[in-house]
Antibody
């Protein structure tokens, strides 16, 4: 059974960076891409980017290009998402989600990131 | 504004059937598989349908999906109060090179 466990809630000041982790289990880590999707309060789901867990290749949404970095540690079956230059509008729940357009997305439990001075 | 368009809300009585539409374009739904997600209040989205009409193990056959052209539809039969949730469609947009999602549809079981 696929299980994605994310790190805990974070509170950051504007201008800071945040790193959220996502530990995967229940499947072969390198055989599926891992996505990051965020959801601001009351808002729709917003895709940020993904990483090919097998070779480390990444693709980012144009909106977040230059501010987001997704990395993976295959030895720990863990993917990380770092978002820099935080602003209040980045306050959201951040989800990791395994899969692609064929298999669909299986989601972690979410990590609340609050940006506040 | 979402790339995929869903009705903001739908409602029906327990035991009845409801459909939720998802309208896209030739660069997303028209050429890629659609998946559907259920988000219960305060929880993460859950995969309901993938490859337009397939259900992951554990998803009851009360949930179904279909696709025609640049639109997709989620159907739910035998509605239960526990089905009250937000439902999202999603797919890859080949022009944007990004996943895109609908704005979500809030289902109320009256």
């Amino acid at each position: 059974q696929v299980h994605l466990v994310q790190s805990g809630a974070e509170v950051k000041k504007p201008g800071a960076s945040v790193r959220v982790s996502c530990k995967a289990s229940g499947y072969t880590f390198t055989t599926y891409p891992m996505n990051w999707v965020r959801q601001a309060p009351g808002q729709r789901l917003e895709w940020m980017g993904w990483i090919n867990a097998g070779n480390g290749n990444t693709k980012y949404s144009q909106k977040f290009q230059g501010r987001v970095t997704i990395t993976s540690d295959t030895s720990a079956s863990t993917v990380y998402m770092e978002l820099s230059s935080l602003r209040s509008e980045d306050t959201a729940v951040y989800y990791c989600a395994r899969g692609g357009v064929v298999a669909g997305l299986v989601w972690g439990q979410g990590t609340l990131v609050t940006v506040s001075s | 504004q979402s790339v995929l368009t869903q009705p903001p809300s739908v409602s029906a009585a327990p035991g009845q059937k409801v459909t939720i539409s998802c309208s896209g374009s030739s660069s997303n739904i028209g050429i890629n598989f659609v998946s559907w997600y259920q988000q219960l209040p305060g929880t993460a989205p859950k995969l309901l349908i993938y490859e337009n009409n397939k259900r992951p193990s554990g998803i009851p056959d009360r949930f179904s999906g279909s696709k025609s052209g640049t639109s997709a539809t989620l159907g739910i039969t035998g509605l239960q109060t526990g089905d009250e949730a937000d439902y999202y469609c999603g797919t890859w947009d080949s022009s944007l090179s990004a996943w895109v999602f609908g704005g979500g549809t809030k289902l109320t079981v009256l």
